[in-house]
């Protein structure tokens, strides 16, 4: 008889939450039903063609074949250095202050994996995307959280909770994922400041970079002067260039943490492969107004949610518009809180033929809300804001 087989970590890392309302979706979906899915945050826009073009291009020379670099063939890190000039007004070293990772989650986790042991201490706010706090879980450190409801509000609670913990290691995401919280320049100083102070680390996970909206720029935590002496930051093309598919992101920052991951990778992985390095390059150093058409989706999609959630008359759900992301943030009706978040998930899902995602997937501070993806066209936005507003109405009686 075949003993139960044990895992070392298979009991600290519980099923998604999400996983339960995509089941049901897909369920839904099988039995025929139409399923508006505003769940998880896949981009449903395609990669532009001039970046696939020279993807496939560049895969069809038998040179491009073979392993590549796991930190990055130079020109892409050279690609990635000009980026932040270009955008942010940040100099960087591409031979030792940048990074190619295989999307920024997987850089991240491995960061954390190479950085955090037994008894470190890592702040991560709640709620949170949840590889932010179970890097912590994986690697064996000890997570502590700081409730993110406004970003003011937040700094207090992590100023306290840093001098209280002394930890080694901080987590940010701004813009954030998924509450769509945003930070000034001036805030981000203010964290520097204090990391310095305590001798913390700083993971600053910048996946909406240039997912913004009504003439806001998020800023990168590096346009701080003496960021780079505590801090790397995390950048995705997911979302900004629709490039979620080919895996692809980087990291920049300290050149002592930069050279801790290259490490940790080339012991995991063999990098990108090159074809997808190339396009890369191509996307930062080609035509931007694919970025700019892609915010411009988010933007329109998110006011035809929200604008028509928010109409007057019987079903209206007030939610405040995000500056950033491709999310909205959604506190639960009165009238429906005592569902929880997955209850209330679950009942858009049986009677609005609407799929989100439970504010509680993103831990325990999440709960009470709900996130939509912005992931459906206008047309089927409308459609879902239809289904939604006719079960509130009708929940209300």
Known sequence: MIQQMQFHKFDSLPPYVFAEVTQLMLEARRAGEDVIDLGMGNPDMPTPDHIVS?????????????????????????AI???????????????QDAIALIGSKEGLAHFVLMTVGPGDVVICP????????????????????????????????????????????????????PTTAT?????????????KH??????????????????Y????????????????????????????????????????????????????????PTPIQVGAITALRGPQDCVA???????????????????????????PKPNATMFVWAQIPEHLKHLGSLGFA????AHAKVAVSPGKGFGLGGDGHVRFSLVENQDRIRQGVRGIRKFLKKSAK
């Open 183 to 195: 930070i000034t320049l001036d805030q981000l100083a203010h964290v520097v400041d204090l990391a």
């Open 293 to 319: 058409h892609h915010a411009q989706k988010y933007q329109e999609r998110r006011d035809r949610l929200i604008d028509g959630l928010g109409m007057p008359g019987e079903g209206q759900w007030q939610i």
């Open 54 to 78: 020279k993807i496939c291009e560049t895969a069809r020379n038998p040179r491009t074949h073979r392993y590549s670099s796991s930190s990055g063939i130079p020109n892409l890190k050279a």
């Open 217 to 272: 720029k998020p800023p990168s935590i590096l346009q701080v002067p003496g960021a780079k002496d505590v801090c790397i930051e995390f950048v995705s093309l997911s979302k900004s260039h629709s490039m979620a598919g080919w895996r692809v992101g980087f990291a920049c920052g300290n050149s002592q943490m930069i050279a801790a991951l290259a490490r940790m990778k080339s012991y995991l992985d063999y990098g990108i």
């Open 198 to 215: 305590y001798g913390v680390m700083i993971l600053h996970d910048f996946a909406y970079a240039e997912v913004c909206f009504d003439d």
């Open 81 to 95: 250095c000009e980026w932040y000039d270009r955008g942010f007004d940040v100099q960087l070293d591409p031979k």
């Open 126 to 177: 709640d709620p949170g995307y949840p590889i932010h706090q179970y890097s912590v879980v994986i690697a064996g450190g000890r997570l502590e959280t700081v409730p993110l409801v406004e970003t003011e509000a937040f700094l207090v609670g992590l100023e306290t909770k840093i001098k209280e913990t002394q930890p080694k290691l901080l987590i940010l995401s701004f813009p954030h994922n």
């Open 346 to 349: 679950k009942e858009l899902l």
